[in-house]
């Protein structure tokens, strides 16, 4: 987590000097949180938090009233929307969707329901499929028919009371029709359509206004408008789907509900489907996309909804997601763009990463600039089982190519239109050398397979920079040493200043000598109180688990499943370190045996844990770390249980502790507990709302436990 490097100086000790930077800086923070939550609708700050930033600003311009000029913060009051909306908790939490991407995702979610309820195959299951609408959810309570709060989802708990922004919308009644309910909680989607948001973004361009994104920002930001006739002018919209608080249910289907949520005054989505089978609901998927660019208003998949509300009730929710409901996801976006360079980033075990620089394009309202090109074989058509991926065709700089952006990954390069490559544009040769450190970049040949690697690798080891920094980067970040403070830019910077060159170095950084400091305080934005605070980071760091030490050593294929494995294993750094040495020496002895037969730890792991420790500098360099810190034994693993040696993944819920207490305890009793089903797997232990590792189990005739049955198998 890149960590904030600014002071916290009480306002009243303050140079003037200073005074004016913080003041320069706090308006940067502040307008880009306005950005975040008035455009972007995704604050990354509580209102608390936001509101201390105001008021600290507030506060130096009272001290230094030079600073307050006519385009300060503070005087343009109302320019920006106040923020802070009063609290509403909701009477039932508003929950969120689980996603299916596949055919295979969707018959999954109907047979886990088949399988929770225990129905036979002839037992016919009723969905409803709906259009999943890309705006924002608002819950609206009414009490006696008449509307009371109307409140956004807030964080699923507590939302903002919008009520009177809401009231002036044309599809919200302010009375519901006919007899209904004491207490109604309805609930749907706020959207604005593609022409009025067009037409909203033309106005606010003649008047100055904030520019929005897309439809649903601007939904949100409409919404947020403290001033209610503003929000009256934007012709909001809102479609009814769901209920949260009901005295009494008018229905017992989700189907019924609908007609009734009509009947009462409301709009629903007039695409919506009752579905009898799993085909039927992938038809309507495929019939509602091609539909998709011509409705006028943004959606991003359909939603199925178990119809029988007794059954949906018997289903329940795993965390946040109701077992009886799932979106269906549209397929990913793509745009094409042009490639214009392609950089290689060498990675912390050496690996030379290929990186797309592309000519700007925006797909799916996110600006696009670097793709991953994954690796060399790919750039030239190859793919990870040695056959041709996009006919072959290999990827050029200068080439116009096809994007793809799917949710938060990183984009994918997937396709050149060939018709569009320049003439001049020649074949990429993927670098030989380390762009870092010039040593030569090869690529090994596992021994096992006999096959080649498809990642090529620096082999400065210990002399690349690009490696070095990276080394570093993973000791301190947060499963390895977790120093607050130094995020990703200081540890370059120190490393460039010659500060930090290996881990021992943070530890002695303070005693070393005051010029280090000095050159710190001389970085802009490092004053007194972040040097003080990244000093006790540090210092907080001397006794180290030793688990995470030996993770933090950034051993290839030690990550930290196996730094667990091993630490359980060896109890101890002495003994860990006197093992490894001796394994290191001799791999025929006894050690190396031992490394070996610990379960979970392969060939080729203690391969590279032996490798590791043959060289000398970084026994030196393990050395001189461990003259400044401590490491905390850890209670060995039982070697005798029933489940020592053996690999076991946890899936689903799990009723009787949290998914980490079962893998603490998994490997307490020494078995390996790993996140995904393989031949390797020995057991998978499923809870409700197993998806896709127990189908994997089932395939690969892996046994399959419930949570008793593993605690009476581990004699719990
Ligand atoms: S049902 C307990 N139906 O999608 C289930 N949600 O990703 C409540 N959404 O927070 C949600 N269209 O904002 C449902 N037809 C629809 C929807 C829909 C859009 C949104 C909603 C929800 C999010 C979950």
Request: charged residues 30%; contains cysteine; neutral net charge.
């Amino acid at each position: 987590m890149a960590v904030r490097f600014h002071t916290t100086i009480a306002v009243e000790d303050l140079t003037p000097r200073q005074a004016k930077s913080e003041h320069a800086r706090l308006e940067g923070e502040i307008a880009s949180h306005d950005k975040r939550y008035y455009q972007d609708d995704a604050p990354t700050l509580s209102d608390a938090d936001y509101d201390a930033l105001r008021r600290r600003y507030a506060a130096i311009e009272e001290r230094f009233p030079d600073l307050r000029t006519l385009t300060s913060l503070t005087q343009k009051v109302g320019a920006t929307p106040a923020r802070g909306f009063a609290k509403v908790r909701h009477a039932v939490p508003m929950l969120s969707l689980d996603n299916a991407f596949s055919e295979e995702d969707v018959a999954e979610f109907v047979q886990r329901i088949r399988r929770f309820l225990k129905l036979d195959e002839n037992e016919k299951l009723s969905f409803t499929a709906e259009p999943k609408i890309d705006g924002l959810s608002l819950s609206l309570r009414y009490e006696n028919g008449v509307l009371i709060t109307g409140a956004t989802r807030g964080d699923g708990f507590e939302g903002e009371d919008v009520t009177e922004n809401v009231k002036m919308l044309d599809d919200i009644p302010h009375k519901l029709k006919g007899k209904v309910p004491t207490t109604c909680e309805l609930r749907g989607e706020v959207y604005m359509s593609h022409a009025d948001f067009v037409a909203l973004n033309k106005a606010q361009e003649k008047s100055g206004g904030i520019i929005y994104a897309n439809p649903r920002n601007s939904a949100a930001g409409s919404l947020r408008q403290k001033d209610s006739k503003i929000a009256a002018s934007r012709k909001l919209r809102f479609f009814a789907y769901a209920w949260g608080e009901m005295s009494d249910m008018p229905k017992d289907k989700q189907s019924d509900m609908l007609g009734w949520m009509e009947k009462v005054g409301f709009q629903t989505n007039p695409l919506w489907k009752l579905c009898k089978s799993t085909d039927d609901l992938i038809a309507f998927h495929r019939s509602i996309g091609e539909k998709r660019a011509k409705l006028g208003y943004d959606i991003d998949g359909v939603v199925y909804k178990l119809d029988r509300l007794d059954w949906q009730e018997r289903l329940g929710f795993v965390s946040r997601s109701p077992r009886w409901a799932i979106a269906h996801k549209f397929a990913a976006e793509q745009a094409t763009t042009v490639l214009n360079d392609i950089e290689i980033q060498v990675g912390r075990t050496g690996a030379l990463t290929p990186v797309a620089k592309l000519e700007p394009v925006t797909v799916g309202g996110v600006v696009v600039q670097n793709a991953s090109l994954h690796n060399e074989d790919y750039i030239k058509g190859i793919g990870s089982d040695g056959e041709p991926i996009r006919g072959g065709t290999d990827i050029r700089i200068g080439d116009t190519v096809t994007i793809q952006r799917a949710g938060d990954v990183i984009p994918q390069i997937i396709d050149v239109v060939l018709d569009k490559r320049p003439k001049s544009a020649k074949p990429y040769k993927f670098p030989i050398k380390c762009p870092a450190c010039g040593s030569h970049a090869v690529r090994e040949v596992n021994p096992r397979s006999g096959k080649e690697d498809a990642v090529r690798r620096c082999t400065g080891g210990l002399i690349c920079p690009a490696q070095a920094v990276e080394r570093i980067r993973h000791f301190v970040s947060r499963d390895a040493f977790d120093i607050e403070g130094l995020g990703e830019k200081q540890v370059q910077a120190f490393y460039d200043e010659g500060v930090i060159m290996e881990p021992a170095d943070i530890f002695t950084l303070e005693k070393r000598d005051q010029r280090a400091v000095k050159k710190l305080k001389d970085r802009e934005g490092y004053g007194e109180t972040s040097i003080r605070n990244l000093f006790a980071a540090i210092e907080a760091r001397r006794s180290v688990a030793l688990n995470r030490f030996i993770y933090a050593l950034g051993i290839r294929h030690v990550g930290e499943t196996n730094a667990r494995l091993l630490a359980r294993h060896y109890g101890s750094i002495e003994d860990f370190r006197k093992s490894i040495a001796a394994a290191a020496k001799d791999a025929e002895g006894e050690e190396f045996q031992e490394l070996t037969s610990i379960g979970g730890i392969g060939e080729v792991v203690a391969e590279a844990i032996v490798e590791f420790f043959k060289e000398k500098r970084n026994v030196e360099a393990v050395g001189r770390l461990l003259d400044e810190i401590a490491v905390e034994p850890m209670e060995k693993a039982a070697s005798n249980s029933p489940v020592s040696g053996k690999t076991v993944v946890f899936t689903g819920s799990l009723e009787k502790m949290t998914r980490d207490e079962a893998k603490a305890m998994a490997e307490r009793l020494g078995a390996k507990a790993s996140g995904s089903v393989s031949k390797k797997t020995d057991y998978v232990v499923a809870g409700p709302g197993a998806g896709s590792k127990l189908a994997e189990a089932a395939k690969l005739g892996i046994k399959v436990l419930t949570e008793d049955e593993w605690l009476s198998l581990v004699g719990q």
